[in-house]
Each structure stands twice: as structure tokens, then as C-alpha cells.
């Protein structure tokens, strides 16, 4: 069993930068896809970011690309989710997700996902 636990969330102005980490425990997670969602208030979840197991093959979502930077430091077990130049529409909650899976899976209509942590909030005020 894997657990992911998000940190780095918090307030910031718009433009700002944040960096969000998610450290898995339980399990070695050097060989799983991992990604970054998000869920705004009265929104469905939607797809940010994902890395293959390697990292050598990263997916953005449209909205994101540019400004956002996910990597993996697999001797840690951790996942990074840097935000650059933040908006008010990137309020959410960001999710950890993994997926034993290939990373594609991540990013489908219809993700595929093993494991997901509890969140964390991101604030962005104008």
C-alpha cells in the first residue's frame, strides 16, 4: 500500500510561486507514473501535471503549461509540483496521484489511478 502526502500549499498573490511535494511512504514509488490533479470549489477534478517513472517524459494540461514544472526525485520518493507565475483560476486543491500503470494513463479523459493523497490548498488572490 502506497500514501501520499502533499505539502507546499498555502496563500500567495497573483504571480506568485509556490512548490508543492509529494512524499510517498509504504512503498517504493520509483517505478510508478505520477501526477498532480486539482478540484476547484464546485468544479470536477481535473488533470495538472504528470511524470513518467524515469522522468524523462512529463504531461501538462493546457491550462498550466508554461508556468508549471512537475519532476521526481526517486532516492526520495517524492514528487515536485513547481508553480510559476500563479492565477487566481489556479485556486484548488492539488492532488498527489500515482498509478502503477504508464504515465499516458495519467493523462487520459479517464485517468487511471492507484493511489491518490489527501490534498492540499493552493489560494491565489488577485
Known amino acids: 500500500q502506497v500514501q501520499l502526502v502533499e505539502s507546499g500549499g498555502g496563500l500567495v498573490q497573483a504571480g506568485g510561486s509556490l512548490r508543492l511535494s509529494c512524499a510517498a511512504s509504504?512503498?517504493?514509488?520509483?517505478?510508478?507514473?505520477m501526477g498532480w490533479f486539482r478540484q476547484a470549489p464546485g468544479k470536477e477534478r481535473e488533470f495538472v501535471a504528470a511524470i513518467s517513472w524515469s522522468g524523462g517524459n512529463t504531461y501538462y494540461a493546457d491550462s498550466v503549461k508554461g508556468r508549471f514544472t512537475i519532476s521526481r526525485d526517486n532516492a526520495k520518493n517524492t514528487v515536485i509540483l513547481q508553480m510559476n507565475s500563479l492565477k487566481p483560476e489556479d485556486t484548488a486543491v492539488y492532488y498527489c496521484?500515482?498509478?502503477?500503470?504508464?504515465?499516458?494513463?495519467?493523462?487520459?479523459?479517464?485517468?487511471?489511478?492507484?493511489?491518490w493523497g489527501q490534498g492540499t490548498q493552493v489560494t491565489v488572490s488577485s
Open positions: 496521484a500515482a498509478t502503477t500503470l504508464p504515465v499516458h494513463t495519467i493523462v487520459a479523459v479517464t485517468p487511471r489511478v492507484d493511489y
Open positions: 509504504g512503498h517504493t514509488v520509483s517505478s510508478y507514473a
